[in-house]
């Protein structure tokens, strides 16, 4: 793929995030494979007509607001993500708790001001449910839980969850927007080097996004983690109180069920259909810019059925 070409579907997409990305950011979230010498030298002799460089920033031509933008939601970030250290070190005590990760606009300091904290969760095998009912008590314990259908600044979101037996994702959500979602996710902790063993069962994303780099989890240990781990996961392992946590939660969300999707081992909670959203506008802004459309998702044969696991 010619490196202009790459350049401008990259800055295209992050456009509909209102996100300028820098020479590293473009090339980390680089759509298409390209020879860095080339990308280097290309990116220095752009053309002003497709995309400008502003305080170090590439963006599309006519968007230079979107650099002022940045820099303030950076910085409402900042503040955003000193709440969410805090209390995520407390969610992290619970044993079958083995990653948790910023997600959303927060992971890349794009939030507002009026913009919640989105976690990714990675559970114990079969400890999905007991977790996030755990996990859910905690933040109301807190006063820190989003309420159902609200926006709330300060407050945390569980926005996904698996455990061990969904780290790959499946075929039929191996796109561009999940693996962006994957590669942006800032890991804040990490358990029995559970981060690495997920981003190693989605290599599907090299397909997408080929130039991304992990960053380092927090990995974290202390007396009371051993503690609670020691006496608490034989219990939680019990296979009646993940049934019983189930039932119960899924009663609760049979009257608020919308698009969430809600599996024995995977939870999404996106009422709103973004992922649809984003593609599409997507491929609406290349039509504009007469690019052609790169494969968004893998291609699979036509689905027969499926069942839940």
Request: include cysteine; aromatic fraction near 12%; proline fraction near 4%.
């Amino acid at each position: 793929m010619a490196s202009n070409s790459a350049v401008l579907k990259t800055l295209i997409y992050s456009d509909i995030f209102d996100y300028p990305l820098t020479k590293e950011g473009i090339w980390k979230f680089l759509i298409g494979r390209v020879d860095r010498a080339l990308f280097e030298k290309d990116l220095i002799s752009f053309t002003p007509s497709r995309w400008e460089r502003k305080n170090g920033y590439y963006f599309l031509s006519g968007r230079e607001e979107v650099v002022e933008k940045r820099i303030k939601r950076k910085k409402e970030s900042g503040k955003k993500l000193d709440f969410a250290r805090k209390i995520i070190k407390k969610l992290s005590r619970i044993p079958t708790v083995l990653f948790i990760g910023i997600s959303g606009g927060l992971a890349l300091e794009n939030a507002e001001e009026k913009d919640d904290v989105d976690l990714f969760v990675i559970t114990l095998k079969n400890n999905l449910w007991i977790t996030r009912l755990i996990l859910v008590f905690l933040l109301i314990g807190m006063g820190q839980y989003r309420g159902r259908g609200k926006k709330e600044s300060q407050k945390v979101c569980l926005n996904m969850l698996i455990d061990e037996e969904a780290l790959m994702f499946e075929k039929d959500r191996q796109d561009l927007y999940t693996a962006h979602e994957i590669v942006q996710l800032r890991p804040m902790f990490d358990r029995d080097n559970t981060y690495n063993k997920f981003l190693s069962a989605n290599k599907w994303i090299d397909r997408f996004l080929p130039n991304w780099r992990a960053t380092v989890g927090n990995k974290t240990r202390n007396y009371a983690e051993s503690f609670f781990s020691f006496f608490l996961r034989p219990v939680l392992r019990l296979s009646a109180l993940e049934h019983f946590a189930k039932i119960m939660q899924l009663l609760y969300m049979k009257k608020h069920r919308t698009k969430e999707t809600v599996e024995s081992h995977f939870l999404a909670f996106h009422p709103f259909d973004y992922k649809n959203f984003v593609l599409k506008e997507y491929n609406k802004r290349l039509n504009k810019y007469d690019l052609p459309s790169p494969r968004l998702r893998r291609v699979m044969p036509p689905k027969l059925g499926r069942s839940q696991k």
